[in-house]
């Protein structure tokens, strides 16, 4: 996938080799606009691959599914990358915990903050004692991990696959199986709108 234009390049993402084999690895390339010269990045040292990602103006986050083998980190994993060099991961580990296993299906910006929604199989606090597929999101300032996964007003065996931002809340949709679900963040709490959806979506 291709995450937006900034300073004059663009980021394109995905993997290199077959699910679940050895062969599986994140693919990240930096590609420039004015010549088309390609460089590639390295998001994770172990096997997975690139989901997402988007800039907040300065820095990216890009995400997906992959492990960090050189810091034992819980995957999925997160990379910030300012342009030129990638930045330090100082997020505390127990803070993404819930999503161990999981993936990171979507990332957009407000301009400071990001929003990572997609599927946790770790532990969710408040919801289960065991490790499980569960709906997923976080915001992510850069050096803070807020986990909101348990403040869903659904929680299900599910992915939320995208969300975005604009008129000054996220909208954050996805589901599993034939069970949709559609969220709102204004940055305070979240809106179910799961039902207006699907009142006007039959089969959402």
Do not use: C
């Not at 990045?41 to 172990?46: A, E, K, Q, T």
């Not at 990638?86 to 400071?112: K, Q, R, T, Y």
């Not at 299900?156 to 599993?176: C, P, S, T």
């Amino acid at each position: 996938q291709a995450a937006n234009q900034q300073n004059g390049y663009i980021l394109v993402g995905g993997q290199n080799g077959s699910w679940f084999t050895n062969s599986q690895f994140p693919r990240l390339l930096q590609i420039s606009i004015s010549n088309h010269s390609v460089r590639k990045l390295s998001p994770v040292d172990g096997e997975g691959t690139v989901w997402s990602g988007d800039s907040n103006g300065s820095d990216w986050l890009i995400s997906g599914w992959g492990t960090d083998d050189q810091s034992g980190s819980p995957n999925p994993y997160l990379y910030t990358f300012n342009g030129t060099n990638a930045l330090s991961d100082n997020v505390e580990d127990a803070a993404e915990a819930e999503w161990n296993g999981g993936d990171v299906f979507s990332i957009s910006s407000n301009g400071s903050e990001w929003l990572l929604a997609g599927m946790g199989s770790g532990i969710l606090q408040n919801v289960s004692s065991e490790s499980s597929n569960h709906l997923s999101v976080d915001i992510f300032n850069g050096t803070t991990f807020i986990d909101m996964s348990s403040r869903l007003p659904r929680q299900m065996d599910g992915i939320l696959y995208a969300n975005a931002f604009g008129n000054n809340e996220w909208l954050i949709g996805g589901g599993y199986l034939g069970n949709g679900v559609l969220f709102s963040y204004n940055g305070t709490g979240f809106s179910d709108l799961t039902e207006q959806i699907a009142s006007a979506i039959p089969g959402f």
